[in-house]
């Protein structure tokens, strides 16, 4: 099984053991408003939702320039893009986002000199995301399966969306989440895949009298792959010690792997295909992405009934982990 998308799991922990239940009583209705039943509580969370996702047509996570919204097309309804389910307190669906304010142009792969457009600083660029959030009127801790693309990813905007949904009295917390199982059933069958570390370098230009002068950057990506016999996850930092000594010419530079500004690793599953990346400062921390088969993507959008279906199976798996049941 291939796979083009993953899955985030993360914990949205409210403050001060508030419910999910009491923040809505308190957050969205008048103070002195009688309770409310979780029906019509959920009602009013839902309406929340999407009004603050689409009130100014983008919602604007500013510290990183990206934003979140949903495109209807013609004859399209939010209510079916982005779904209610009362029964089991969950809202999920598609989310459109990306980055906006970066002047970019536009054109044909097979003919770059026509039909060229500027993107311009009012534009978003976005793509398609599968969301599926878990709110239990009863608990102080909510869960959000998030899709995750091999592209650019929106998950700082969408921790920043929720932290803001969700702020009421103090700010909530959004964690991510993997359980113990999956991260011992990881390790069991792990190997180093790749080892990558990227820079950005401005060689040095020599200076014509007569022309002006003009500096070149490039971002530099260095990639290694075992061949032959995979290295297990326990012998990894013997690996990552090794690279500290490579080097390599580029441009009349040295550049010390080690020292490029990004590194990073890639442990993968041999038995569940699955992944997990670290970072070299930090040491191996087990993160594995959940997987999701290719057979759910349609033209590199999750299937709604399938992903829907795969999410509410894996919110069951992994709640007794979460909520600490026997």
Known sequence: MSATSQLEVYKIILPSKTTYGDLVQGKFYAEKSPQQTDFAKFKKLYKA???????NNVWE?????????????????????????????????????????????????SDTTQR?????????????????????????????????KNDDQIRDAVKAYFEELFKWKNKCQVQAYFSKKEIEEFKKNSVVDTLYSVDYICPEVGLDEQEEL????????????????????????????????????FLGKTLDFFNFRTRKGIMKNTAT??????????????????????????????????????????????????????
């Not at 939702?49 to 009130?55: A, D, G, N, Y």
């Not at 297990?232 to 390599?248: F, M, P, S």
Request: proline share 2%; glycine share 6%.
């Open 49 to 55: 939702f999407l009004e603050k996702l689409i009130k």
């Open 61 to 109: 996570y500013k510290d990183k320039k990206k934003g979140l919204t949903v495109f209807l097309e013609k004859g399209d309804s939010i209510n079916q893009i982005i779904k209610a389910h009362p029964d089991n307190y969950t809202i999920e669906g598609y989310l459109d986002g990306g980055r906006y304010d970066m002047i970019r142009k536009m054109a044909a792969m």
């Open 116 to 148: 060229r457009r500027t993107i311009s600083a009012t534009d978003i660029v976005a793509a398609r995301y599968y969301f599926y959030l878990y709110t239990p009127f009863d608990k102080s801790v909510g869960l959000l399966f998030l899709e995750k």
């Open 214 to 249: 003009e500096a070149q950057a490039y971002e530099v990506l260095v990639q290694i792959k075992k061949v032959g016999n995979a290295v297990a996850y326990e012998n990894v930092d013997q690996l990552v010690e090794a690279t500290k000594d490579l080097k390599l010419s």
């Open 273 to 326: 295909k699955k992944q997990s990346t670290f970072d070299f400062d930090k040491g191996v921390s087990i993160h594995p992405y959940i997987e999701v088969d290719e057979e759910m993507l349609e033209d590199g959008i999750l299937n709604r009934d399938k992903i829907y279906e795969f999410c509410t199976l894996l919110l069951k798996e992994i709640n007794d982990d979460v909520y600490n049941l026997k």
